[in-house]
């Protein structure tokens, strides 16, 4: 990672207006989109967005022709171009025919996209920017930090000092006078423009209209007072039906700023007449820049299923820690890195891809159902075969790859480590490590790994048999989870035993864009668990549960070994993890509750795969109700604790805050318990909590359930 | 569910949505009921025949000329010809809606005529008339029902004109109107 860019994480992270101002409206944000969305259901909403967009997207060229077809029957001139520049010149030479000397703008990511301002300027035009965050940036000369609110990242007093700076002097930070202001400096330059430019939120192929929407009224006046509007849509704003525009005008306010509706929507068809009586000269350029070709790339053609409502931004745990100027100039967050990979260049996003935890909580409030993280990890992938795997990368897979080489080391870790570990923990390393126990600490390398420990259980024997799937914490971290899963399916007659050839699910391999070698994980994964003749392969770790469900089958494909798939699908359909299996159980009347249970109150940490990839959340907290336990729930249980797999290692800098704000709210519960699904999540926030020297105890659930149970 | 309650559960509706986004809302049973309340509210927010004090109405099917005579007369200031200067320097602008939307508080206009945008853009009051039989419970419901062959701007405004723009924090009147008044006429015609 370059200087300049971790210097640009910690300028963010060092700014208390940023991370403040982010990390308050992050929670009022979740607050108030899940009231706009009341009674609406969300997942049939957005299956339809997806599926009008996706349509969308297969026939560019056929929609655009129809839109130019039909718009152009209404008098509009629409201008077709792949060529940003094009889209550049074609404004500047009809403003210089038309002798405009001012423009109106209102908000438009996608003149933002091609840098449109600075070439007008250049030619001598004044161009007035109106939606006020954007004006503010203009006159600050900033560029947009969020697709949406592209001043979050200032104060009110930052703002009064540019408006008195650049416009007037005098300017005091109190937000409605600051709005006052701005109408009575703007209201002339609307008045004055000779041509208004809007972007468009939709636009309809079967009638030529643009939908803008606007919650300060300036497109209303940008397309009614200049006699000349010009409009920039980018491609992905088609779409075939004019009542295809109905489920997005419905998501987008809600998902945008929490309103039902934005206050103003204009549905534009054609030239209207001035207010001189002459028609309105209308220009619609459609704009592909890469659109079209991304459309034809199997894996990216689902981000033009954007309707850019910014909410992947507005959950994203990184996002609110460093804001958007880290990710770049135009596009931010999520679903920027994507647009900035395919509209500047793929290695433009090399270093922002980084900032992606995994966590997926951008994937489940995404109106256009775009799984941002799957997309990010395939630009992971690609940069990793354009650019080649860094060294110590490489070198890094061949010891995890090689199981009785890694075994050796972590033992030899494990003795190495004695100075430094005390009751389980290892608080401190040395020097070049050091930031790996800043703000956690690491557990201890147990000393004899799970694989051996199993040989000493003493198990009945049983008909039915698991096959329990260990992965590298619980073998060498935490074995005495693996002992916990024993002991319970042991309970309800179920033998486990632990395949040999088992090895690393490949998580991190595929995590840093190296497919080939989490394919051959898979690979040899696949082979060991089916080649035991077992009733269930379980696992208590969501990462590797995910892995063998999931992603075994997704890397395999994604490298083309398709004659392996069936092997890996079969695999899938036997997986099942911890918690999910004991319920089961619970339910088949196998396992039973100890009477008279000394009733508790736990909390409970939702793991990022766990809830929304394996959507398990509520099994773990039904089965410790069941047990008399009580659940005190945190606030943004379901938040990412920062672990990350490597994440934190790599980027501590952002992990050490998010993992703060976990165990503040952890803490906030006053319970004793905290319980978890996932080894990685105890290893981080069982270390944050003893680094803090609390008494919560943190378990994994199948340690607290094992104990529960007759 | 008899006409009459469902009708006054879709007035609540849309009377609660719109405002909880800050527009305010009255209803009248006739026009005639109508234009008086316009009336005294247009004395009330002091318009007269002073620069910065005039009203603008836009060309709007529920008068006629002898209405218009008899507004002009009652209130000095009140200006049926609508120009651009007169509506940037107007305080109040009165227009007739389309359309109403139950469940977002939504009044939809077909708009291409200049002047109907002009009221309900540039003045710091907006007052809106719709007739109560105009009411739709929904966006879809609307969409439905126009047309963008024959009208070439459509207008959706929900409540005033409003920004977060600076700290998140909601401001009512940005480059629209500051306020809203919704006037919903119960013997009106729907206009479309
Ligand atoms: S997966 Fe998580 S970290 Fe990555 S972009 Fe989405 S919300 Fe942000
Ligand atoms: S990716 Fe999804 S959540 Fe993000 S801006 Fe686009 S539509 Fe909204």
């Known amino acids: ?710 | 569910m008899n006409a009459i309650l469902e009708s006054s559960q879709v007035f609540e509706s849309f009377r609660t949505r719109a405002e909880a986004v800050s527009a305010q809302v009255e209803r009248v049973a006739t026009s005639e009921l109508a234009l008086e309340l316009i009336i005294s509210k247009l004395h009330l927010e002091g318009v007269r025949d002073e620069a910065h004090c005039y009203a603008v109405w836009a060309e709007c099917p529920m008068i006629g000329t002898p209405e218009k005579k008899r507004l002009e007369a009652a209130v000095p200031g009140l200006k049926f010809d609508v120009t651009r200067e007169l509506a940037a320097d107007a305080k109040v602008g009165v227009s007739q809606m389309d359309w109403a939307l139950a469940n977002t508080g939504t009044l939809v206009q077909r708009a291409d005529e200049v002047d109907r945008r002009l009221v309900s853009t540039l003045p710091l009051l907006h007052i809106a008339l719709v007739a109560t039989a105009a009411l739709l419970p929904d966006l879809p419901s609307v969409l439905a029902r126009i047309d963008p062959a024959k009208s070439k701007y459509f207008s959706f405004i929900t409540g005033p004109s409003r920004t977060a723009d600076i700290e998140r924090v909601l401001t009512i009147g940005v480059h629209g109107p500051e306020r809203l008044l919704i006037v919903l006429v119960d013997d009106l015609e729907v206009t479309a």
């Open chain 1, 1 to 710: 990672m370059k200087q300049e860019f971790k210097q640009s994480i910690l300028d963010a992270l060092a700014n208390p207006n940023l991370t403040g101002a982010l990390g308050n409206f992050s929670v009022a944000y979740r607050a108030g989109r899940a009231k706009a969305y009341e009674g609406v259901d969300f997942e049939a909403l957005r299956d339809q967005i997806a599926e009008i967009k996706s349509s969308a997207s297969s026939q560019f060229d056929v929609l655009a022709e129809r839109f130019s077809q039909a718009a152009e029957a209404q008098g509009t001139k629409v201008f077709r171009t792949n060529d940003p520049q094009a889209v550049k010149d074609y404004i500047l030479r009809l403003a210089q025919d038309r002798g405009v000397k001012r423009i109106a703008k209102s908000k438009s990511m996608a003149t933002e996209e091609i840098h449109l301002n600075k070439h007008l300027e250049k030619a001598g035009i004044d161009v007035q920017e109106t939606d006020l965050g954007e004006w503010i940036i203009q006159l600050a000369g900033q560029t947009p930090s969020h697709m949406v609110m592209p001043a979050i990242h200032m104060t009110k007093e930052e703002v009064a000092d540019v408006f008195s700076n650049k416009v007037e002097d005098g300017q005091k930070p109190d937000i409605p006078k600051l709005v006052k202001f701005a109408r009575g400096k703007l209201r002339p330059m609307f008045l004055s423009a000779e041509m208004g430019i809007s972007g468009a939120n939709i636009a309809v192929a079967e009638t030529g209209s643009i939908v803008i929407v606007t919650n300060e009224g300036n497109a209303r006046l940008v397309t009614t007072l200049p006699k000349i509007h010009v409009a920039i849509v980018g491609l992905e704003k088609l779409v075939e039906h004019f009542q295809d525009i109905a489920p997005i005008l419905i998501a987008l306010p809600k998902s945008a700023t929490a309103q039902l509706l934005t206050s103003y929507v204009s549905i534009i068809s054609g030239p209207v007449p001035n207010t001189d009586g002459s028609a309105k000269e209308l220009h619609v350029i459609l704009m592909d820049n890469r659109r079209n070709e991304m459309s034809h790339d199997p894996r990216f053609k689902q981000a033009l299923q954007c309707i850019r409502c910014a909410s992947c931004l507005n959950v994203c745990p990184v996002f609110r820690l460093v804001g958007g100027h880290v990710f770049g100039k135009v596009y931010t967050g999520g679903i920027g890195t994507i647009l900035t990979a395919w509209f500047s260049a793929l290695k433009e996003s090399d270093e922002i891809q980084s900032l992606c935890i995994q966590c997926g909580n951008c994937k489940d409030v995404c109106p256009g159902k775009i799984d941002i993280p799957d997309l990010i990890l395939e630009l992971r992938r690609r940069l990793a075969v354009e650019q080649g795997q860094p060294l110590i990368q490489k070198a890094i897979f061949s010891v995890v790859n090689n199981r009785r080489l890694f075994h050796t080391m972590m033992r030899a870790a494990s003795i190495g480590q004695k100075p430094f570990a005390k009751q389980g923990f290892i608080r401190h390393l040395p020097l070049f490590l050091s930031n790996m126990t800043e703000n956690r600490s690491l557990p201890a390398i147990a000393d004899v790994p799970f694989r051996d420990r199993i040989k000493q259980i003493e198990q009945p024997k049983c008909t039915e048999k698991a096959a329990f799937y260990g992965g590298c914490l619980i073998d060498f971290a935490y074995p005495g989870m693996g002992e916990s899963v024993v002991k319970v399916l042991n309970k309800a007659g179920i033998e486990v035993i632990f395949p040999e050839g088992q090895t690393c699910c490949g998580a991190p391999a595929r995590y840093s864009g190296a497919y080939e070698v989490a394919a051959q994980n898979g690979a040899d994964n696949i082979k060991a668990l089916l080649g035991e003749d077992v009733d269930y392969i379980v696992s208590a770790c969501p990462t590797c549960t995910v892995a063998l469900k999931h992603d075994f089958i997704a890397n395999l494909e994604s490298v083309g070994r398709t004659e392996e798939l069936p092997a890996a699908r079969r695999l899938a359909e036997k997986v099942v993890d911890f918690s999910t299996l004991a319920s089961q159980l619970v339910e088949q009347g196998r396992l039973k509750f100890k009477a008279g249970i000394e009733p508790m109150k736990f909390t409970y940490h939702d793991s990022c795969h766990f809830k929304r990839t394996l959507h398990a959340d509520q099994t773990p907290r039904k089965l410790m109700k069941q047990a008399g336990y009580e659940v005190v729930e945190m606030e943004e249980a379901d938040m990412c604790c920062g672990m990350g797999g490597s994440y934190s290692i790599k980027l501590p800098e952002i992990s050490a805050p998010i993992l703060e704000r976990k165990l503040v709210n952890i803490e906030k519960t006053g319970v004793p318990l905290l319980l978890i699904d996932c080894p990685g999540c105890v290893m981080q926030i069982g270390g944050g909590l003893d680094k803090r020297a609390s008494n919560i105890k943190v378990e994994h659930t199948a340690q607290r359930l094992a104990e529960c149970l007759e």
